[in-house]
């Protein structure tokens, strides 16, 4: 049988014996170490929601992988449907799209804005745009025909006072001089994205061709890869960049070649500041290890001296030193674990109550999401749990020695 830990949980069991000074002393320090999980999880929580959420943000409007010009970043490339079946078939791609970007202004009676219009069809995934569109509807775009359809930001929208159903002229300049069109806005979307919400509509492919005067078939703005799995996408981007090296040897106009970056290249400084984030989250994480290991320090010390006569008897019945620091490590272990399910309960609930109702509210225009994003990882919830427990166990290991000084004939008159 585990003495220490017999001994442990009829001393545990007793509730601190109800003493005046001990079970406060376990209460702070059960306390302690709950808020301090509770924190922790709240905080890793907000990070991964914020960092995914703003990531499949970016990711929507410009995939995993990009393919654009190599020599002139907003040119035409050649993309012919040969290339387009090579670079889908590769290993661990899941989807690839082309696009065509055209500039323009709309304009109405009171206002005009530039805005940048990205022609899609109907193999273009649109399930991103989809999730966002808060007016109308998304509509159908075709690569074969003009549907004389936009779909505008909500940003978009207000500055020029529109909404889903109106219609609005668009000019355009070409060699030809300016050219006219009159659009309907079948939908209105918003990701609270200002650095694509601010410039972006989405047209039909076809529309966006024959504004550039573009008539080769195979002649695009790019071409958007997804990946099957994200943390993949260092090496499969690697693998793109040496197919399209082989690819551009089949191209005869040099000034048409192709090449490709990720998602972290192309917008370096979001996901920059995203790994910011990370850095903010070991200094709390540190912080309320710090706190709920100071908290059963305290605690421990203060449960040693109450029970100091027990110990001066455990002494002289011949207990070990060693015998009696583990039983009040068991001991703090159980308030510990205490603790962090109390902390769990906290933590959790405070995530869903955020996920469900949205209570914490944020600066679209500064966090680019109305509400404090949070995501509940369960491995990660188990790690802070165990490193916790771990951790404040250990930290105790030191005060414990405290118990090798108590001299049994002393304590035992000791009240």
Known sequence: MN???FIAKRIYSEGGDN?????????IATFGVAIGLAVMIVTVSVVMGFKHTIRDKVIGFGSHIQIENL????SQVELSDSTMDILSHMAGIDHVQRYVLAQGILKTDSDFLGVIFKGIDENYKTDFLRQHVIDGEMPVFSGEKSTNKILASKLIADK?????????YAYFITDEGVKARKFT?????????????QALCFTDLYTARKLNQWDETDIYSGAEMTVNDFNMLAPIADDVAQQLKFINTSIEEPTLTLASKTIFEAYPQIFTWLQLLDINVWIILVLMVCVAGFTMISGLLIIILERTQMIGILKALGARNKTIRHTFLWFAAFIITQG???????GIGIVLLQQHFGIVTLDPATYYVKEAPMELNLPIIVTLNVA????????????????????????????
């Open 3 to 5: 003495l220490p830990l």
């Open 19 to 27: 003493r005046k000074v001990s079970r406060p002393a376990i209460q």
């Open 71 to 74: 020599l002139a970043i907003g």
């Open 160 to 168: 020029l006072q529109l909404k889903a159903g109106d219609r609005v």
């Open 185 to 197: 806005i079948a939908g209105v979307y918003q990701t609270n994205m200002t650095k694509f919400d």
């Open 340 to 346: 962090l399910l109390l902390g769990d309960v906290i």
């Open 388 to 415: 916790t427990l771990l951790i404040s166990v250990f930290v105790l290991i030191a005060p414990s020695y405290f118990i090798s000084f108590i001299h049994p004939a002393k304590s035992m008159r000791y009240e």
